[in-house]
Nanobody
Framework: QLALVESGGGLVQAGDSLKLSCTDSGRTFGSYAMAWFRQAPGNEREFLSSITWNGANTYYAESVKGRFTVSRDNAKNVVYLQMSDLRPEDTAVYYC??????????????????????WGKGTLVTVSS
């Protein structure tokens, strides 16, 4: 039922801000916890942030805490990742993923266990020096 699509990536300069979006064309968005991950070439997929089904709670990796903010608007079937003070090390493909209700807190360790249908295709963010 899920069909997640990320958008908003692009080429930016260090210090810039960028806002990513993830929409669910399957229109079951509000029934899932959501998370953002990223993956640089040759690296493992890295957890960034997650959010409960109603947006009541959010979680962040230490590497992006204070710079990235996750939010969602279930009425619009969209989850956002607002990124600020971007650095070259942030260059990666950014993915959104869905998890069952009650799993937002544990999605940080779920990258290798999330089924293919619960991932978007990714959007590339490139940060130049």
């Amino acid at each position: 039922q899920l069909a997640l699509v990320e958008s908003g990536g692009g080429l930016v300069q260090a210090g810039d801000s960028l806002k990513l979006s993830c929409t669910d064309s399957g229109r079951t968005f509000g029934s899932y916890a959501m998370a953002w991950f990223r993956q640089a070439p040759g690296n493992e997929r890295e957890f960034l942030s997650s959010i409960t089904w109603n947006g009541a709670n959010t979680y962040y990796a230490e590497s992006v805490k204070g710079r990235f903010t996750v939010s969602r608007d279930n009425a619009k079937n969209v989850v956002y990742l607002q990124m600020s003070d971007l650095r070259p090390e942030d260059t990666a493909v950014y993915y959104c993923a869905a998890g069952p209700l009650g799993t937002a807190r544990t999605m940080s360790v779920m990258a290798t266990r999330i089924p293919q249908d619960y991932w978007g295709k990714g959007t590339l963010v490139t940060v130049s020096s």
